[in-house]
Nanobody, 115 residues
Framework: QVQLVESGGGSVQAGGSLTLSCAAS????????MAWYRQAPGMQRELVAS???????NYADSAKGRFIISTDSTKSLTYLLMNSLKPEDTAVYFC?????????WGEGTLVTVSS
């Protein structure tokens, strides 16, 4: 089992920045990737950014050039630096961990961007 706890959400004006953190604990063996997803009201959950155990990153088109995902070597801390925030970035952001065939989710942290 892996437990994930997000933090760092909040309210910010358009153009501002936030850094989300994900603290992972439990059996971290064989974590193959960490990721951030988001879900806006009435919308499906979508991938924002991911990073593999080898350090390969992947970003949604909406996040490219503005967001940066990073993690420490043990995957116990994963960050999402979000710059140039837009109102359409408003959503609950979820941390995700993939371990073999298992998927783990945090409870999410709310990001609200006002215009």
């Amino acid at each position: 089992q892996v437990q994930l706890v997000e933090s760092g959400g909040g309210s910010v004006q358009a153009g501002g920045s936030l850094t989300l953190s994900c603290a992972a604990s439990g059996n971290m063996f064989s974590i193959t990737a960490m990721a951030w997803y988001r879900q806006a009201p009435g919308m499906q959950r979508e991938l924002v950014a991911s990073i593999t155990s080898g350090g390969t990153t992947n970003y949604a088109d909406s996040a490219k050039g503005r967001f940066i995902i990073s993690t420490d070597s043990t995957k116990s801390l994963t960050y999402l630096l979000m710059n140039s925030l837009k109102p359409e970035d408003t959503a609950v952001y979820f941390c995700h961990a993939r371990q073999s065939a298992m998927n783990y989710w945090g409870e999410g942290t709310l990001v609200t961007v006002s215009s």
